[in-house]
């Protein structure tokens, strides 16, 4: 499709970048103007051929743990125009589940991920990159609480992947990627701001944003 735009958005874990994505769906929905979602988590590699106790010991934090082969077929095909089925993971089993979700190609493709820009050759795919940044204890809090309530995960268990992998991970693989954001985030607080930031820098390609 000439003229889509696409916007990647990277962050730690629990840093907001959920909750900044829903904000600019529905803040270009309000403008008249249509977004689709494009989650990179939903790429982890299926792991169903691993007995259970196997699949616990990968390392989710490491971009590798990604198909990222699959998420650039599938975005190369909404830019061409096309539906793509993307799978749909359960972070309690590590496994793919035996439905889709199916996303549809609009205007604006936004996609997030902690590790979307740690791969160089989805990196080179974002026109416009936005970091989500916050408090490394903020970010535990959160995903403390999302996953014992979405993921049947434990307190000890959260805590024990957040200390040997989460956090040197973010270290290696996520922070050091903010520099090369077109705009930083900051997932606390209200982020009306920032919001219409970013909605001014997708304006369609004939268009010139405002200074």
Known sequence: MDGTRVCGI???????????TRALVETLAQEGRTATVLPFDNYYRDLADRPYPERTQVNFDHPDSLEHELYLEHLAQLLNGQSVEVPIYDFSTHTRSPQVLVVEP?????????????VAEVRQQLEFKVFVAAPQNLRYQRRLKRDVEERGRTPESIQKQFATTVAPMHDQFVEPFAAQADVVVEGVGAMKKAV?????QLAPKD???PI
């Open 207 to 209: 268009v010139t944003p």
């Open 196 to 200: 219409d930031q970013i909605v001014a």
């Open 106 to 118: 609009h205007e604006i493709i936004i996609t997030e991920g902690i590790l979307l820009f740690a």
């Open 10 to 20: 990277a962050g730690g874990s629990g840093a907001g970048k959920t909750t900044l």
